[in-house]
């Protein structure tokens, strides 16, 4: 499979690191990795592209997380998009759960990531 058809997947973390090992962890489960730093750029590329793939932090600069989960769930394009929200505060990972496909609490491992987006990857594309 070459890049161009690996499905996309859009980090939205503003953390370096974080954002390093998201995008590896979604380049090892097979998916084309875009990173954004800025809630208000994320919502740019969510407008111009439809990830298959979420991995979103809650605490951005700009545009909260949390705004941009309810603008992704409210748009009729990224009905299928999926989303692991990515957290370090539990209370609102539980008030958040039913909304994320999958709500990670920060620390998490670059394995346990890469394990999850490989479960959420789109059935059409699971031959690497």
């Not at 999958?102 to 699971?126: M, W």
Request: aromatic share 4%; with cysteine.
């Amino acid at each position: 499979m070459t890049i161009e058809q690996r499905p996309f997947g859009l980090v939205i973390e503003d953390d370096e690191t974080l954002c390093l090992v998201a995008s590896q962890a979604l380049a090892m489960a097979g998916y084309n990795a875009e990173v954004v730093s800025d809630g208000l750029l994320a919502l740019d590329r969510l407008a111009a592209t439809v990830p298959a793939i979420v991995i979103l932090d809650l605490h951005l600069p700009q545009v909260s997380g949390r705004e941009i989960l309810r603008q992704i769930r409210a748009d009729d394009r990224l009905t299928r998009t999926r989303v692991i929200v990515a957290t370090a505060d539990p209370g609102m990972a539980q008030f958040l759960r039913d909304d994320a496909d999958l709500v990670l609490i920060k620390p998490y491992s670059f394995t346990q990531l890469k394990e999850f987006a490989l479960r959420l990857r789109p059935r059409d594309t699971l031959a690497i």
